[in-house]
T-cell receptor
Framework: GENVEQHPSTLSVQEGDSAVIKCTYS??????FPWYKQELGKRPQLIID?????GEKKDQRIAVTLNKTAKHFSLHITETQPEDSAVYFC????????????FGKGTKLSVIP | DSGVTQTPKHLITATGQRVTLRCSPR?????VYWYQQSLDQGLQFLIQ???????AKGNILERFSAQQFPDLHSELNLSSLELGDSALYFC???????????FGPGTRLTVT
């Protein structure tokens, strides 16, 4: 089955700086890669996603890049703000027809004012 | 608010008991997913239903079962509860399998 590795597990940045979180996946048939933001005690919230026919997608301060050959994808947050502090999860759909989402173990992002 | 609802929000019960968690998907969504989130295990996929039929199973214990009803709401049944079953249980829904999943607020289960 799919295996998703996420790095780093914790990340601290100064307000205004950029943050990058990286994930690798194992199933070459995977074709959909969402990112979720989870604040303490709350639901995971879909913030951006990308499909395998696209190399990059941007939404205001957030962007995701995908390298299918290397089987890795990254989340980029620019001009970070304190409200960006949360745990971020990457995920990948297995391409086996069941569309099971496999999540990375999460990155705790702290933005220091 | 994602449009996915879950009840109850909190549940405290004793070991050996059985509980039922309920989920209503977003209007128009046919697929429902259940996840378990504990501190040391991250988000673990349990089971998926699409239009009333089971489509995929993850690391779901035999003590756990689920179903999706004709009105598309879903229930997750947890029996013979153990201390280690204490976790947040999330339901998510999507229009059809393979599309964006939106999560409900979760049910926090505490087994004492």
């Amino acid at each position: 089955g799919e295996n998703v590795e996420q790095h780093p597990s914790t990340l601290s940045v100064q307000e205004g700086d950029s943050a990058v979180i990286k994930c690798t996946y194992s199933d070459s048939a995977s074709n959909y890669f969402p990112w979720y933001k989870q604040e303490l005690g709350k639901r995971p919230q879909l913030i951006i996603d990308i499909r395998s026919n696209v190399g990059e997608k941007k939404d205001q301060r957030i962007a995701v890049t995908l390298n299918k050959t290397a089987k890795h994808f990254s989340l980029h947050i620019t001009e970070t703000q304190p409200e960006d502090s949360a745990v971020y999860f990457c995920a990948a759909y297995s391409g086996a027809g069941s569309y099971q989402l496999t999540f990375g173990k999460g990155t705790k992002l702290s933005v220091i004012p | 608010d994602s449009g996915v609802t879950q009840t109850p929000k909190h549940l405290i019960t004793a070991t050996g008991q059985r509980v039922t968690l309920r989920c209503s998907p977003r209007s128009g969504d046919l697929s429902v997913y259940w996840y378990q989130q504990s501190l040391d295990q991250g988000l673990q996929f349990l089971i998926q239903y699409y239009n009333g039929e089971e489509r995929a199973k993850g690391n779901i214990l035999e003590r756990f079962s689920a179903q999706q009803f004709p009105d598309l709401h879903s229930e997750l049944n947890l029996s013979s509860l153990e201390l280690g079953d204490s976790a947040l249980y999330f339901c998510a829904s999507s229009v059809i399998p393979g599309y964006e999943q939106y999560f409900g607020p979760g049910t926090r289960l505490t087994v004492t």
